[in-house]
């Protein structure tokens, strides 16, 4: 694949250039980029805009990277008391069967 010379730099200059070889264990090493997010696949997580008090988010936040996994066990853990509390409703026990 020949390479396009970017506009400001001389022919000489580009010519000049020369990239150092590259070995065959290099080469064998060597993986496709990957971009995006991967696929979470069964433990898929939904994307919600929610407002949480800045006081909270400030503490969770300062507790250094990895703050909004930490959200999502509290809210994991206090969620079967908040079920225990409230009668289920029609939504809320359909969702339930599903899955």
């Known amino acids: 694949m020949k390479k396009r010379k970017p506009a400001g730099i001389s ?10 070889p ?10 496709p980029a990957q971009r ?7 433990a898929s ?14 503490r969770f936040r300062a507790s250094g ?8 066990e509290a809210l994991r853990q206090v969620a079967p008391a908040v079920d225990a509390k409230r009668p289920a409703t029609r939504s809320v026990a359909k969702k339930a069967k599903q899955g």
């Open 11 to 20: 022919k000489a200059d580009w010519n000049a250039v020369d990239s150092p």
């Open 22 to 31: 590259v070995s065959s264990r290099l080469i064998a090493r060597m993986r």
């Open 36 to 42: 995006g997010r991967p696929p979470l696949g069964e």
């Open 45 to 58: 997580k939904e994307q919600v805009t929610l407002r949480i008090d800045a006081d909270v988010i400030a």
């Open 65 to 72: 990277a990895g703050w909004q996994s930490r959200i999502n």
